[in-house]
């Protein structure tokens, strides 16, 4: 077994080598511009887009003309969010999303109240999930945008997209959602789901890096943005700059084989997080976080009480795993996703997120088992909360000085 | 971020793991921190008749630079008086270890449980305790 042993597949996946073996002839071979309308080098390109732009159309249930390019997720967030802002202000200027999304979608958030936006951050409830009734409560006449995300990065919920749609379409807003980390691994469908915009990225579901889609719906309503990047108006005039060629073709490729390998992936990726997860919470005061019905096949979040989650990686260095506490940042904040369903403060530094993929085996799962269980075990004998816990001592009762 | 092999064996092989009988009037007791903030650290000595540190002990809830910051404290702490102890300075600590920046509050933290547990000591035997003027780096 090769180690360290994989397991943050929510950061990013590893290329599936049939990705990289489609991409591999646009790189010197067929290098065109699939801009160029006078030579076959640009007609190669072109063909080679049109391709890719149906493989992802296909997977979502589009259209090929409602996709459009972009360099990940990130960029396609800020143009859904910015653009549908420029685009429809004369309607108004509200925007309604949650306190969970990714910072993409926050901070362009907070950039566009710079610029006269109302946001309303709702907060989910404590298993992660959006309360419909305080959507409702505050949706309004001004607001143009509702963007929650499909599912989540951190703890893997899946929000009730259909219903947000409905709501926000009641209203008469438009419905946009961030679905990195779903796409790919559940079925997503953006007629059955009501969405007018979706941003996907390809290294999320074993394409490269540095490409992705924004999904604009083009019918019932036809849905405009305003281009965030000027130039030579490719990609309907929605996103300027030459298309990264070999990098579409990744994605295109990356979406066909998750549309024709998802159902079966999904199921063995689920029952290996089961048995990861159901062995780990034999651990005590160990706590699954965010809710285990509604949410992505491949994640795990869990919290290890009195253990701090740092501390706890460099003792689990044989897994790449991602952990909820920030204490290498200068402001020692914990995860603002964890907090936000409602965990304290310690309880989110003792969080550790496992992120599964498609080369994941059980022989991994197996082993990252035995290393974490051993090093909750090694941290706790080490722990002064531990013991105290053991002791009966109730922590909150104890006057700390916060540093 | 890469730790060096200092915390490595530090957090690894934890030197002095353990509890002191915190009742007795030998045993300074000092713990600092917050769970909130992501590291506790307990520290405790046990002070023969000629005020030396004779045995300390550590547990600390925390990153690894934070359990080896209070691991190597224990070390220095055995056999040292307690007025050496009290000079013992967090910038000693970030030098052993090579802590990067980001990890100096962790040899703060060390620093401030160890002057925890000796002014624990104090009060218990009737001293008052040592206020510190230090202005942390």
């Keep these: ?81 910015k653009g549908v802002f420029e685009m429809y202000q004369e309607k108004g200027n509200h925007i309604i999303t949650m306190t969970t999304e990714h910072k993409a979608v926050l901070d362009a958030c907070k950039h566009l109240e710079k610029l006269g ?41 899946i929000q009730p997209v259909k219903e947000i749609a ?8 438009l419905f946009m959602t961030d679905a990195t980390q779903a796409v790919g691994k559940i079925p ?10 979706l941003a996907l990225s390809a290294h999320k579901m074993y394409g490269p890096k540095g490409v992705g889609a924004l999904y604009v719906r083009r019918k019932n309503p036809r849905v405009k943005v305003t281009a965030q990047m000027d130039g030579g108006g490719h990609e309907r005039g929605m996103r300027s700059g030459t298309l990264n060629v070999p990098g579409i073709v990744g994605l295109g490729k990356a979406c066909e084989l998750a549309r024709l390998e998802m159902q079966q992936d999904a199921e063995r990726l689920s029952k290996l997080r089961d048995k990861l997860e159901n062995s780990l919470l034999e651990l005590e005061e160990s ?56 965990l304290s403060d310690d309880l989110a530094h003792s969080s550790i997120r496992f992120g599964l993929g498609r080369f994941t085996t059980e022989a991994e799962v197996d082993r990252a088992i035995e290393v974490t269980k051993n090093a909750v075990t090694h941290l706790r004998e080490l722990s002064p909360l531990w013991e105290m816990f053991k002791e009966g001592i109730d922590l909150d009762s104890i006057e700390w000085a916060e540093h | ?35 909130e903030c992501g590291d506790v650290m307990r520290l405790q000595i046990e002070v023969d008749e000629n005020n030396v540190i004779k045995d ?8 690894g630079s934070a359990i080896a910051s209070s691991s190597l404290a224990t070390e220095w702490l055995k056999g040292k008086s307690i007025d050496d102890a009290m000079k013992i300075d967090n910038m000693d600590i ?44």
Excluded at chain 1, 136 to 144: D, F, K, N, Y
Excluded at chain 2, 114 to 135: L, M, Q, T, W
Aim: one cysteine or more; aromatic letters at 8%; a negative charge.
């Design chain 1, 1 to 81: 077994m090769d180690l360290p042993i994989y397991l943050d597949n929510n950061a990013t996946t590893p290329m599936d080598p049939r990705v990289l073996e489609a991409m591999l002839p646009y790189f010197v071979q067929k290098f065109g511009n699939s801009a160029s309308r006078n030579h076959a080098f640009g007609w190669v390109a072109e063909e080679a887009v049109d391709y890719a732009r149906e493989q992802v159309a296909q997977l979502i249930g589009a259209n090929e003309k409602e996709i459009i390019f972009t360099s990940g997720a990130t960029e396609s967030d800020n143009l859904a969010l």
């Design chain 1, 117 to 157: 936006a109302r946001v309303t951050y709702l907060s989910p409830q404590p298993d992660g999930l959006i309360n419909l009734e305080e959507l409702v409560a505050a949706m309004s006449q001004e607001t143009i945008l509702v963007s929650i995300m499909y599912g989540n990065n951190e703890i893997g919920v």
């Design chain 1, 166 to 173: 409905k709501i926000a379409h009641q209203f008469g807003a």
């Design chain 1, 188 to 197: 997503v469908d953006v007629i059955a789901d009501g969405i007018d915009l």
């Design chain 1, 287 to 342: 706590y699954v976080n965010g809710n285990r019905e509604h949410r992505l096949p491949h994640t795990a979040n869990i919290s290890f009480k009195y253990v701090e989650g740092e501390g706890l990686m460099m003792a689990m260095k044989d897994l790449a795993v991602s952990s909820g506490s920030a204490c290498t940042s200068a402001s020692l904040e914990p995860s603002y996703v964890l907090k936000s369903l409602g």
């Design chain 2, 1 to 35: 971020m890469a730790y060096s092999d200092k915390v490595i064996d530090h957090y690894s092989n934890p030197r002095n793991v353990g509890t002191l009988d915190k009742s007795s009037s030998k045993v300074g007791t000092g713990l600092v921190g917050a769970p």
């Design chain 2, 56 to 63: 300390a002990k550590f547990k600390t809830f925390g990153c």
């Design chain 2, 94 to 137: 970030v030098e052993e270890l090579a802590l990067p920046p980001v990890k100096i509050h962790c040899s703060v933290l060390a620093e401030d449980a160890i002057k925890a547990a000796i002014n624990d000591y104090r009060v218990k035997n009737g001293f008052a305790p040592i206020v510190s003027e230090k202005v942390h780096h």
